[in-house]
């Protein structure tokens, strides 16, 4: 199993990006997915996930509105995307699903 993040850079407060997270190894189509992210002296904590069937998602309940998962099962990857990026949502951010982790991408909102 693999899940490789990219997609992470400096953005200014205000601006967007869009996390990739290409997997391989399972069944990606039939595999609940979910995004965490880490910030420098904090515990990791669950920023979005999706579902494999119906796609039904869940949000950090501080992120609803400006964050946005979505899956491709067709490319096998999960895609998270920001807006209205804060200074505080600076962190690395990881895919996840089950046991499995990537190896994070560094997200740092910063003026």
């Known amino acids: 199993v693999q899940l490789a993040e990219s997609g992470g850079g400096v953005v200014e407060p205000g601006g967007s990006l869009t996390l990739s997270c290409v997997t391989s190894g399972f069944t990606f189509s039939s595999t609940d997915m979910n995004w965490f992210r880490q910030a420098q002296g904090h515990q990791r904590e669950t920023v979005a996930a999706?579902?494999?069937?119906?796609?039904?998602?869940w949000y950090k309940e501080s992120l609803k509105g400006r964050f946005i998962i979505t899956r491709d099962n067709a490319k096998n990857t999960v895609y998270l995307q920001m807006n209205d990026l804060k200074p505080e949502d600076s962190g690395i951010y990881y895919c996840?699903?089950?046991?499995?982790w990537g190896q994070g991408t560094q997200v740092t909102v910063s003026a």
């Open positions: 996840n699903t089950k046991k499995y």
């Open positions: 999706i579902g494999s069937r119906n796609g039904n998602t």
